[in-house]
């Protein structure tokens, strides 16, 4: 009697392998000398080899990986290294790596710059959070775009790129309104923050009709398809909507009692202080264009959140780390996180790409 299988059925465990010994590449130079004229040639060692030992560009990248994109510290990261590799290293030697990484990638940071300014992406985000280096706040700026990102340390809040062409969105600060040869379009995202506190502290009714409109004009703008403009009458009458409501908010701020000043506060002179709503009412009146572009503009966005998700992880990194000691980790970090948020972004290796040479990086970028 033969019996035959009716049915199978199949299990599969998926786990790793156990950690393989580290690999060891000894390089050898030879020194000759000539039997007949008695000179001296000496080879040369590969470059990049440069000490008796060393840790190689795939150590230096995933120690870059991880303190970077995933702000474990040096320290804590050694011990990674030791429990998962057998590898011992301490975290001065990890932050030499880490350097050495970012000075050699700082071309294709460059790069990502370059092509994030000029006109090949027509939209790009701005923004920019303070960060704590040598004692002192600095600001971390991030310019990118859904496929490139790039992160720069200074100064100053005020310090904004030159030579950006384009459309430019960000959060209505004053100063990205003195950039040269650029349009706006501004984060709705701010805007119904704004109007949630209007809505739940001050209790000011124009605040939710307002809060509906952007709403209604959010999903409008969500049902285009195929880069096309929605219907014209339909803005038009949200648009009527939206300026009759800013109209009643302006009338019901000019009616109110004016706010007393601050007895402390030392500087009288001026305009006299403004409530909340009123000056976002005000805003949302004087730029109403910006406001509203993404219904005429099919490639803008309604909010500015794909520079906030950039910016996130610089905070994370500032709550588990402290601070940078020095500005030159500020800066490594700055390198590294362009490499890796433009990695994510294109879908690339991130192992790859972060032991790739610069100009091999830059040749296979994608801008839009």
């Not at 280096?133 to 490139?148: D, F």
């Not at 195929?226 to 648009?239: K, R, S, Y």
């Not at 309604?302 to 950039?310: I, L, M, S, V």
Request: glycine share 8%; net charge positive.
């Amino acid at each position: 009697m033969t019996s035959t299988a009716e049915k199978v059925t199949v299990r599969q465990v998926v786990d790793l392998p156990a950690p393989p010994p580290s690999e060891v590449t000894e390089h050898r130079v030879h020194q000759c000398r000539c039997g007949r004229c008695d000179a001296v040639t000496r080879g040369v060692f590969p470059e990049g080899v440069s000490g008796p030992v060393q840790y190689g560009p795939r150590i230096a990248g995933i120690a870059s990986y991880l303190q970077t994109y995933r702000c474990i510290p040096e320290e804590r990261f050694s011990l990674v290294l030791s429990d998962l590799f057998g590898l011992s290293a301490v975290p001065a030697t990890l932050a030499r790596l880490i350097g050495r990484t970012a000075d050699r990638l700082q071309p294709f940071a460059k790069a990502v710059c370059k092509g994030l300014s000029g006109p090949q992406v027509a939209v790009k985000h701005l923004d920019e959070t303070g960060l704590r280096v040598a004692g002192k706040t600095q600001w971390l700026h991030v310019i990118c775009s859904p496929l490139l990102s790039h992160f720069r340390v200074s100064s100053r809040r005020g310090d904004l790129l030159k030579g950006v062409s384009g459309l430019v969105v960000h959060d209505h600060w004053g100063p990205y309104f003195t950039m040269e040869g650029v349009r706006h379009a501004l984060c709705n995202a701010h805007h119904f923050r704004e109007l949630k506190a209007l809505i739940m502290i001050e209790k000011e009714p124009w605040a939710t009709d307002m809060k509906a409109v952007l709403l209604k004009a959010k999903a409008l703008a969500d049902t285009r398809t195929n880069d096309l403009t929605v219907d014209a009458d339909v803005v038009g009458e949200l648009l009527q909507r939206y300026n009759g409501i800013l109209t009643q908010a302006v009338t019901f701020h000019e009616v109110q009692p004016p706010l007393l000043p601050n007895p402390d506060d030392k500087r009288r002179r001026g305009r006299p202080k403004r409530r909340t709503g009123h000056n976002l009412a005000l805003r949302l009146q004087k730029r109403k264009t910006e406001a509203t572009r993404f219904l005429s503009e099919p490639n803008v966005p309604f909010t500015n959140n794909e520079a906030e998700r950039d910016l996130r992880m610089g905070k994370v990194r500032q709550k588990v780390s402290g601070c940078f000691r020095v500005v030159r980790g500020a800066e490594v970090f700055c390198t590294l996180r362009t490499v890796t948020c433009t990695e994510r972004k294109q879908g690339w290796s991130i192992i790859e790409t972060l032991t790739k040479p610069a100009d091999q990086l830059i040749a296979e970028m994608r801008l839009g």
